[in-house]
């Protein structure tokens, strides 16, 4: 029933906007581009009425108060240690060590404060290439373990061959260590959870034997740019509203985002073994975007998915720049477009293929949007070429209210935008009509600025990401496929030359289309205007907003600013704080000997490398390689060669006693440069 209301009510506004757009173009002289116009404009329209019905449909939800199940409140009066063993898995993939331990310690220490750590295990999975990283990883495990008492506790394992991105990482989990474990908790490198919440979730899983994933909806945290500022807020404010309406109709047929999630292993390991696409990149080949397929497969076969819609303590953070966030988006949008091939398979039942179709739309709405204003801007130009007349359109009137053609299309403008805007309005209004959330972000005026800024910010934002998805898609289609690389998680702004190179076809379109907007009209540049001037200023708009000291002056006058911003969690402020993965005594991050140097010359990294090792002997060629190495220099060696040497524990045990046994002219000045490091100047009671 609660599909039923919710799908039939958008189709019957959505048809009823396409009928009113089609009446005033038949009055203005019906043309064939008229079709395509209205073609485009029924599915805009229509994506435009599911988002703002999820707010509508969320306000409804939060306004029915105690007639809607509490997710979080299904394990309460249940105590005791929970009955099952569960796993907190956190992938990476080329991340700061040292800031990814931080949030791994911050959620152990939670857990361990709700007196449930036995309950758990926790999985470092690497799959960084990055071989310098990769010793540093070894370094920051190794000191977490040691100060929080982890080994045993604290796993760290890198695969030899990244096979498959993430879902092969978390995949290779599964296959080895998942049946010791009833659930896992699958993190990002920048996840963060709150212990009592992810125990509470446990204690949920283990009181409902069909649920198979419980997602969370993360907030956004920590940004400093503008951009991220921007993002935050919006999702802290108006994300409330579209979850509850997201969940009103999906129920426990939900949809997995790929991080934040509690997922029961057995069905998953059954389930969720991905096939191949028929195919090659970028439409075929491995699948990309796996978490709404798992999902999809797990619902199908019975398990129920559930959004835990009201669990507070779970948080992420966001790419810095519109650059960064463009790079990742290129990651996505071919993998939700390769959900082309699933969305009609057999046995998915209809929410499901509603989530499949809302992410394919998330990026194929760009270029409809994009071939909705080019059709928009050829009919003007063509009736501006051939001096049609407008008298009959504008001597209409509707027979039954007298409302003239011109009126007509003003209502219908004002309609669209009502769409577009409502769930803004709605947002504000809860925030505005509830002390304990206008509070939350500092106040009704900081709040009510804060909706605004977004809105400007966001309508300057839109055609230039309108413009990027646009070209992301035509690559795709024209078989370009995206490669694996890991995410921006900081940077003080996009330079100008960056900028430029990155926007130069969106300010081109803009500047090229502005000219003949105006061409054909004034009144039809100053209507396009919204539009030409977010792609004519993409270039300084994606500068400034990168910018962290900008974002930074409006922290300081209470714009954007967000509850978790104002008064950070405890967690929160565990994770500012955690430094138990760096130890001046086990580094591998010094000047003159970070990362594959300090694995070969400190003593201590070099034996925490060796531990790690499977138990391997060198060959004859091996022990050539690494006397090259040893002379030559690592750069003289390829990255497979250096690779191959980090394997090989007896040729690095070799190496590091040959750059602390022989002369420094006998090996490269980059191993006597590292040595010579260690030498500290004697204090003066020692020199006397």
Known sequence: M????????????????????????????????????????????????????????????????????????????????????????????????????????????????????????????????????WVMEETAWTNLCRRLGGFGRIYYRRR????????????????????GYEAMLVLDADSLMDGADIVRMARVMEAHPRLGILQTPPKLIRGSSVFTRLQQFAMRLYGP???????????????????????????????????????????GGRILSHDFVEAALMVSQGWEVWLAWDVEGTYEEAPPTLA????????????????????????????????????????????LWFIFLLLGTWIAYDRYSSK??????????????????????????????????LPKLLALARALGSRAVRRSFGGAVPVTLGVLAESLLSMLLAPCIMAAHSVMVGSIVLGRAVGWSAQTRDADGTSWSDALRIHAFPTLLGTGWAVLAWRVSPEFAAWMSPILIGLVLSVPISVWTSRARYGQALASFGLLSTPEELDPSDVMKLAT???????????????????????????????????????????????????????????????????????LAPAMLMMHRAVWL??????HPVWARAVESYRRPAAPAEAA
């Open 241 to 283: 509203l579209f979850i509850r309406g997201l969940n009103f109709w999906q129920l426990g047929s939900g949809s997995y985002w790929g991080h934040n999630a509690l997922i029961r292993l057995r069905p998953f390991s059954e389930s969720c073994e991905l096939p191949a696409l028929p195919g090659s990149e970028p439409f």
């Open 2 to 133: 609660r599909r039923c209301v919710f799908f039939g009510t958008a189709l019957v506004i959505d048809i009823a906007a396409v009928l009113w757009l089609a009446d005033l173009l038949w009055l203005s002289g019906f043309q064939k581009a008229h079709f395509p116009l209205l073609a485009v404009f029924a599915v805009l329209n229509g994506l435009l009425v599911l988002g703002s019905l999820h707010a509508v449909f969320g306000a409804y939800d939060m306004l029915r108060k105690r007639k809607t199940v509490s997710i979080s409140r299904l394990a309460d009066g249940v105590s005791g240690p929970l009955e099952r063993r569960h796993a907190v898995v956190m992938p990476v993939y080329n991340e700061d060590s040292a800031r990814f331990c931080a949030r791994l310690e911050a959620i152990y220490r939670s857990i361990d404060a709700q007196g449930h750590l036995a309950s758990f295990d926790f999985f470092i999975l690497s799959d960084t290439r990055d071989l310098d990283l």
């Open 577 to 647: 704080t955690a430094k138990a993965a760096i130890d001046p005594v086990l580094d591998a991050t010094g000047i003159a000997r970070s990362g594959v140097i300090a694995a070969v010359v400190d003593p201590y990294v070099n034996g925490v490398h060796v531990s790690l090792l499977e138990p391997a002997e060198s060959s004859p060629d091996d022990d050539a390689l690494a006397e090259r190495c040893l002379v030559e220099g690592p750069s003289s060696l390829s990255k497979d060669e250096i690779s191959r040497l980090l394997y």
């Open 324 to 367: 960064d966030h463009l790079a990742r988006d290129r990651r996505w949008c071919q993998g939700n477009l390769q959900h082309l091939w699933l969305i009609f398979a057999r046995k998915l039942p209809f929410p499901t293929r509603m989530h499949l179709f809302m992410g394919i739309m998330a990026y194929l709405s760009s270029p």
């Open 160 to 179: 030899r061959t990244n096979e498959n991105r993430k879902a092969g990482n978390i995949g290779d989990f599964v296959r080895t260590w998942g049946g």
């Open 662 to 667: 022989r002369p420094a002219d006998a090996i």
């Open 388 to 421: 049609l007349s407008t008298l009959p359109f504008e001597n209409y009137a509707w027979r039954w209210f007298g409302i003239g053609g011109i009126t007509q299309s003003a209502m219908l403008v004002i309609v669209v935008f009502a769409l577009l805007f």
